[in-house]
């Protein structure tokens, strides 16, 4: 499946139907009184988070969608039926927003959340709904009101607790298949991820985060040099980044710690907070290294980067590491959350005291 993750839609709720003017025509009824009913309303479109779905490729070429109108009134009494509504699925964290003027309508983070994207027109009125004491026959009717109608630009930020950062080849796809149930494509030649990859990385029962894993990321990719900043957005709602970096390359005279410094300044270049986000280095390939190799490698990262948070040396193919760096990364999301309600009660009631 093309993985998409921006469309431009047109949306158009129904408008409500016509109000009916109509009288009671009835044998031996000369003067039956007014029986126009009101106009039905027209359909709303709604727009829900799913989490079955990943990608907004089912909007690239559908590009209208529109709800059905109300049905008009009729004599009888008869109230006109209400427009069946339409409902968009999108996958959770996608954003909503005006296409002309580019504000932001609403968030669907909460997977199952259902917002009103374009409210239907209410019906018009018919003539029994002006009968009074003293208009016994009215002949007025109301038309139905139009239903909104809205350019909207969908845009979708992928929902991970982590992001892998990295060149391309530094082994990141390898990381993502080592340590969750994901499947990327995995070769020995660079860009071979072209799209974001999900993966659940299952610590104990009941005890999981989700890794997003993006195409890799090279020096000058704020002017269009590889696949750009297309998919940096997708590491905008992550709470922590792993830089992953390759410590033993094919090409000797490439330098790791200028390789992490020309990532960090293309991080700073397109989002000051995604480059203020909290980072640890991963040093990938460590297997390919000696002992002696290996401590003076870390050396040269720490001092050569004035590096002060947490460095991890793994084997993503040898799985070597990855399961000491799985549980510290959970240790570190799970310190993170806000306390519940429960656990804030608790943490003030004195009765909770040891």
């Given at each position: 499946?093309?993985?998409?993750?921006?469309?431009?839609?047109?949306?158009?709720?129904?408008?409500?139907?016509?109000?009916c003017?109509?009288?009671?025509?009835?044998?031996?009824?000369?003067?039956?009184?007014?029986?126009g009913?009101?106009?039905?309303r027209?359909?709303?479109?709604?727009?829900?988070?799913?989490?079955n779905?990943?990608?907004?490729v089912?909007f690239?070429y559908?590009?209208?969608?529109?709800?059905?109108?109300?049905?008009h009134?009729?004599?009888?009494?008869?109230?006109g039926?209400a427009?069946?509504?339409?409902?968009l699925?999108?996958?959770a964290?996608?954003?909503?927003?005006d296409?002309?003027?580019?504000e932001?309508?609403?968030?669907?983070?909460?997977?199952g959340?259902?917002r009103?994207?374009?409210?239907?027109?209410?019906?018009?009125?018919?003539?029994?709904?002006?009968?009074?004491?003293?208009?016994?026959?009215?002949?007025?009717?109301?038309?139905?009101r139009?239903?909104e109608?809205?350019?909207?630009?969908?845009?979708?930020?992928?929902?991970?607790?982590?992001?892998?950062?990295?060149?391309?080849?530094a082994?990141k796809?390898?990381?993502?298949?080592?340590?969750?149930?994901?499947r990327?494509?995995v070769?020995?030649?660079?860009?071979?991820?072209?799209?974001?990859?999900l993966?659940?990385?299952?610590v104990?029962?009941?005890?999981?985060?989700?890794?997003a894993?993006?195409?890799?990321?090279?020096?000058?990719?704020s002017e269009?040099?590889?696949?750009?900043?297309q998919?940096?957005?997708?590491?905008?709602?992550?709470?922590l980044l792993?830089?992953?970096?390759?410590?033993?390359?094919?090409?000797d005279s490439?330098?790791p710690?200028?390789?992490?410094?020309?990532i960090?300044q293309?991080?700073r270049?397109?989002?000051?907070?995604?480059?203020?986000?909290?980072?640890?280095?991963?040093?990938?390939?460590?297997?390919?290294?000696d002992?002696a190799a290996?401590?003076?490698?870390?050396?040269?990262?720490?001092q050569?980067?004035q590096?002060q948070?947490?460095?991890y040396?793994?084997?993503?193919?040898?799985r070597?590491?990855?399961?000491?760096l799985?549980?510290?990364?959970?240790?570190?999301?799970?310190a993170?959350k806000?306390p519940?309600?429960?656990?804030?009660?608790?943490?003030?009631?004195p009765?909770?005291?040891?």
């Open positions: 499946m093309k993985f998409v993750d921006e469309a431009y839609i047109d949306v158009a709720a129904g408008d409500g139907g016509n109000g003017a109509s009288f009671r025509h009835e044998k031996f009824k000369e003067f039956g009184g007014p029986d009913g009101d106009g039905g027209g359909g709303h479109v709604y727009i829900v988070a799913d989490t779905l990943n990608t907004l089912d690239r559908a590009r209208r969608h529109e709800a059905k109108r109300g049905q009134g009729m004599g009888s009494d008869m109230f039926a427009g069946a509504d339409l409902t699925r999108v996958p964290g996608t954003i909503v927003s296409a002309d003027s580019g932001v309508l609403m968030e669907l983070l909460v997977p959340e259902k009103i994207l374009a409210k239907g027109g209410d019906g018009g009125f018919g003539n029994l709904h002006y009968k009074s004491s003293t208009n016994r026959a009215p002949r007025q009717k109301t038309l139905g139009p239903g109608r809205k350019s909207i630009k969908l845009e979708l930020k992928v929902l991970a607790d982590v992001g892998l950062l990295g060149l391309p080849n082994g796809s390898t990381f993502i298949t080592a340590v969750s149930n994901a990327p494509k070769a020995d030649y660079p860009f071979t991820t072209l799209h974001p990859n993966g659940v990385v299952r104990g029962p009941e005890q999981s985060f989700v890794v894993d993006i195409p890799g990321l090279i020096e000058g990719a269009g040099a590889g696949l750009g900043h998919f940096l957005r997708h590491l905008q709602r992550t709470g792993l830089h992953i970096v390759d410590v033993a390359p094919f090409d490439v330098d710690v200028a390789q992490v410094q020309a960090a293309e991080l270049k397109y989002d000051p907070q995604l480059y203020d986000k909290p980072r640890w280095l991963v040093l990938n390939k460590v297997d390919m290294l002992a290996r401590s003076a490698m870390l050396d040269r990262m720490r050569g980067l590096w948070g947490p460095i040396e793994i084997s993503a193919l040898a070597e590491g990855c399961e000491r799985v549980r510290d990364i959970y240790q570190y999301l799970q993170q806000p519940t309600e429960q656990e804030q009660a608790e943490r003030f009631d009765r909770f005291d040891r």
